[in-house]
């Protein structure tokens, strides 16, 4: 099949494309860089399969080009900085909702058949029952960030229904693994490093969501899409289990080997506003396809930390 | 209160103002005229409670010029023609999840507090059972003016989680009345004055939905906000039963004493791609307040059909 990954050179994108390599797809990317990494896909820069289009989501343009000859899109560009969104409010628009706009329509131009759009657990807002299961409402979130992946999700089914496009949209927990290019435990990672004597911690620590290992991530969407044929199919992807920002400091500081790191919190149920301190979606409807995780949160949280440890090394 | 009404010239926009300056609320209108007649207002223009603005929510500066000193936005504006998606891809993103961002936004700059955004039944999609309750998910629009109502909903939730607003979140049924601008009763007057002779109805006319009259709509809002406190208020708002599109023909039909007509059917289910067929929303929540709807669907049928009949004359 011949696929476009936009932000193919981000953390989950690169793991997808060495899986759509792989089967032997051939892989065009749309990505401008500005934060996924090209040493992420460089394995693959010689391959006749692959094909890197140096090219920016936010505009129409570049997206219509990249859909040129495509019969199926993964959109997955976005700005991967949550919190970002309590300092500068135009990104999401901009880098989500308008950005998802320019997928659907450019697909609608170019005739390009099926996307899937990597949509978030954060959707669902804070009070969500857990495990949070896909027909639940309203969805009110309280990120910026969530409410473009609302908009986006609206999108992809609005050009579903009116242009005949298929769609699947996956509500993703959040993904961890090798790669990992922001996140609770990269930054841990990170602030060990600088100083192996303290770790602060956003919020009280109490905060407890579901982690799922990048690569079950991406497994998850293949086979999804190739066992479920509606014309919008919505799926949330997680594991099993949840873990609390405290455990994950507790074995963060483990592989750092930081035993004397005293860890501080800077207070409050959560992270930072629009950060929702409790999340774990329900995996029911992933299971019944057949798929099912290979990793635990805490397992996914220690091979993240392990991989991060390892690039700084 | 010091109120905004942003499309204050439209058709809802302007019953809500004549009950706000019966509250005697200080009224500030922004309309750029598109779709919104000055006439509607004209009752008001000298009022020391009334000030027009001629400025565009597509305009971020407009909009933070026009909310200084409100208290509460009232966020009508936007693109009523649901059919033109079909052919304009950009209009429901500009005019309505940008101008809802537009909206959000300058309210956050002015320390505005409250929003009250009209949202759409449209938001459920097609596969929602019926009568369609506010926690009904996942909320799946196959209309690209449904698609941004519902992006619309998530800015409201993502500043009122991120930013501290209050909001209320009200999904109207198909909304009619006097000063009725668009929707099927209104095309079916103009329809029968060019031709009394012939009715062309889109689609099988099976089509079923229910209608609200626009004063029973405007009041409700009012009803909800002072007796709902909530930081993020969702409400259905619409009428006890439904009516065919067969049915509001024959209703036309009589009213305009056009009793020759003949009926001719486009065929299929629906109006145009992303018309829903079938609607009808729960109103449990809405009558829980102590609010109740004074007229049927037919007989708001029926007072729009006289009205806009009136107009003609």
Redo the contacts between chains.
């Keep these: 099949m011949r696929v476009l990954v936009t932000g193919g050179a981000g953390f989950i994108g690169s793991h997808l494309i060495d899986r759509l390599i792989a089967r032997h797809d051939e892989v065009r990317v749309i990505d401008n860089l500005s934060s996924g990494h090209s040493e992420f896909l460089e394995h693959h820069i010689h391959s006749a399969q692959f094909e890197f289009y140096h090219g920016d989501v936010c505009s129409l343009e570049d997206v219509i080009e990249a859909t040129k000859g495509i019969e199926c899109v993964f959109h997955l560009a976005a700005n991967p900085d949550i919190r970002l969104?309590?300092q500068v409010?135009?990104t999401d628009?901009r880098q989500g909702?308008?950005a998802t706009?320019n997928v659907v329509?450019a697909m609608?131009i170019n005739e390009v058949k099926t996307i899937a759009f990597a949509s978030s657990s954060v959707?669902y807002?804070?009070n969500a029952p857990m495990p949070t299961p896909?027909?639940?409402?309203?969805?009110?979130?309280?990120?910026?960030y969530?409410?473009?992946?609302?908009?986006g999700?609206?999108?992809v089914?609005?050009?579903?229904?009116?242009?005949g496009l298929q769609g699947y949209?996956f509500r993703f927990a959040n993904i961890v693994g090798s790669r990992a290019t922001h996140g609770v435990t990269y930054d841990f990672v990170h602030k060990l490093r600088k100083n192996p004597n303290e770790l602060e911690v956003l919020g009280n620590g109490l905060q407890e969501k579901s982690y799922m290992d990048v690569g079950d991530c991406v497994d998850a969407m293949l086979h999804i899409m190739s066992t479920r044929n509606d014309s919008?199919n919505?799926f949330n992807l997680g594991s099993h289990d949840t873990i609390s920002v405290r455990d994950i400091a507790r074995i963060v500081i483990e592989e750092c080997e930081a035993k004397d790191a005293v860890i501080s919190y800077t207070g409050g149920d959560r992270g930072w506003?629009?950060d929702i301190p409790k999340a774990m979606l329900s995996i029911d409807k992933m299971l019944e396809t057949g798929f099912n995780v290979r990793m635990t949160s805490e397992e996914a949280i220690r091979h993240t930390a392990r991989t991060v440890l390892k690039t700084l090394r």
């Excluded at 896909?134 to 990120?143: A, F, H, K």
């Excluded at 969530?146 to 908009?151: C, D, I, V």
């Excluded at 089914?157 to 242009?163: C, K, N, Q």
């Design positions: 969104g309590t409010t135009d628009l909702t308008i706009y329509e609608r959707v807002g804070e896909e027909d639940y409402g309203p969805c009110m979130p309280i990120s910026l969530g409410a473009s992946k609302l908009a999700e609206g999108l089914s609005g050009w579903v229904g009116t242009f949209i919008l919505v506003a629009g």
